[in-house]
């Protein structure tokens, strides 16, 4: 088998390889996508689908600089899903325009103040209770609730809209083996499928998988992270709902979200019910989310539904453990790294990997090239292979 050699190749076909592949592609870069299992199929279809506009990283006062970063953001994505700018995102679809931010009253008193700043920015709006989702209305909730502007995207949508124009360069196939520059100067080639494949830059969008590559390529030290999540999912007649439960905690208690399963609608648990989560086996996991929602929704009965999990690690540039403040490119050679940490981000990595490319070659497109691999296929929610359980 010969060897393939395309101007760019970029490993991984998550949020952050596909908004870059298709930016490149419109630079008349000739680039291509190695996924090894499925199109999203690592955090991306697995995230709760918010374009965070950084309210939620406010509310504690101690993330404003991320805050004022996100809030610039979530423009871009509209432009881009209204079909007004590259990359025309026209097919994806939307869960929801709005969250809602709800507390008890006693809660509000400290994230008060930064409600207050935003409600007079125009960025939350307080609700009467008329106006409240029904979840919160029904489901028994006492205090306050808050509107928020930050749409949720339905992710597989959004990434079938992102990968059309650009599907037949998107490959499946791992990649195993790595081939260093002489000089230690980043790779000069990678193995895929017992392909082997050279270009004059790699970028790497691989999310855990980055890590591989950066010991392949020859990056030192820790440069990217690893946070666990235990995502808790509960499936049943439940209305839609997307928010936060705040309380006098830094983090949400709980973010859910709401996704059409069949008949019936799930709903996904992030927020600080993952995170506990990792230090739980699955099913004491499940009976602590109950909980939770038992004591937030205290109206609903929890009984008959069924309950799932779903581990994750949150794959990031290295920030001390904690949450990053952007996205992060880290070069060596022609060989890049790429994080965007938040699907919000992908547009602005994207122009990162771009004026990576173009800082060292010139577009080249080739069309028809042919590359020795099947084509990767859309990948599923964890929801759809959930073992589901009765508890
Ligand atoms: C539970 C959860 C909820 C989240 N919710 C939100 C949210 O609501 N809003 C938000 O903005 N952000 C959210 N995030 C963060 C966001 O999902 C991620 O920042 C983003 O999806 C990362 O995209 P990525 O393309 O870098 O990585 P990934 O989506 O992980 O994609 C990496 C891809 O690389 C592939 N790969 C890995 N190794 C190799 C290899 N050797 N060869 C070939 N392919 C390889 C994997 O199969 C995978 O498909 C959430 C994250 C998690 C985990």
Redesign the pocket.
């Given at each position: 088998m010969g060897t393939v050699h395309r101007q760019v190749i970029l490993?991984?076909?998550?949020?952050?390889?596909?908004w870059a592949l298709r930016s490149l592609v419109a630079a008349g870069y000739d680039a291509i996508l190695?996924?090894?299992?499925?199109?999203?199929?690592?955090?991306?279809?697995?995230?709760?689908?918010?374009?965070?506009g950084g309210v939620k990283y406010g509310l504690d006062g101690t993330a404003r600089d991320i805050a004022a970063k996100l809030r610039a953001l979530p423009p871009v994505w509209q432009a881009c899903l209204e079909g007004d700018r590259e990359p025309r995102l026209s097919g994806g679809e939307i869960l929801s325009r709005c969250q809602h931010l709800w507390a008890a009253d006693s809660w509000l008193a400290k994230v008060g103040a930064t409600v207050g700043v935003r409600a007079m920015q125009g960025e939350v709006r307080k609700l009467e209770r008329g106006g409240w989702p029904e979840a919160l209305r029904e489901g028994g909730h006492q205090g306050s609730v808050y509107e928020l502007g930050e749409t949720?995207i339905e992710v597989r949508s959004v990434l079938a809209a992102l990968a059309g124009p650009v599907r037949e360069r998107i490959f499946r196939?791992?990649?195993?083996r790595w081939e260093a520059e002489e000089g230690g100067q980043g790779l000069a080639g990678v193995w895929?499928g017992g392909q082997r494949l050279t270009a004059e830059a790699f970028i790497f969008?691989?999310?855990?998988?980055?890590e591989?590559?950066a010991a392949a390529a020859g990056f030192g030290g820790a440069v990217g992270q690893r946070r666990p999540?235990k995502?808790v999912m509960v499936r049943g007649p439940l209305p839609r709902l997307y928010g936060h439960c705040v309380t006098a905690a830094p983090k949400p208690v709980v973010?859910i979200?709401a996704h059409p399963s069949g008949e019936e609608t799930v709903w996904y648990l992030?927020g600080g019910v993952?995170e506990e989560a990792t230090g739980m086996a699955d099913e004491a996991a499940m009976r602590s989310a109950r909980q939770k929602l038992a004591g937030i929704f205290p109206s609903y009965s929890w009984e008959g539904l069924s309950w799932a999990c779903?581990q994750?690690?949150?794959?990031?540039p290295n920030a001390a453990n904690r949450l990053p403040d952007g996205p992060a490119l880290v070069a060596r050679g022609g060989t890049a790294l790429?994080?965007?940490?938040?699907?919000?981000?992908?547009p602005s990595l994207a122009e990162e990997v771009l004026g990576f490319v173009a800082r060292r070659l010139a577009p080249g497109m080739r069309e028809g090239a042919t590359v020795p691999l099947p084509r990767a296929e859309l990948?599923r929610y964890p929801w759809e292979t959930a073992d589901w359980l009765a508890i």
């Open positions: 490993v991984g076909g998550g949020i952050a390889g596909l190695l996924e090894r299992e499925a199109i999203g199929a690592g955090q991306t279809l697995g995230s709760q689908g918010i374009l965070h949720v196939g791992e990649v195993d895929c969008a691989a999310g855990t998988g980055n591989a590559g999540l995502q973010t979200t992030g993952a779903w994750v690690d949150r794959a990031e790429a994080w965007p940490s938040k699907l919000v981000y992908a990948g």
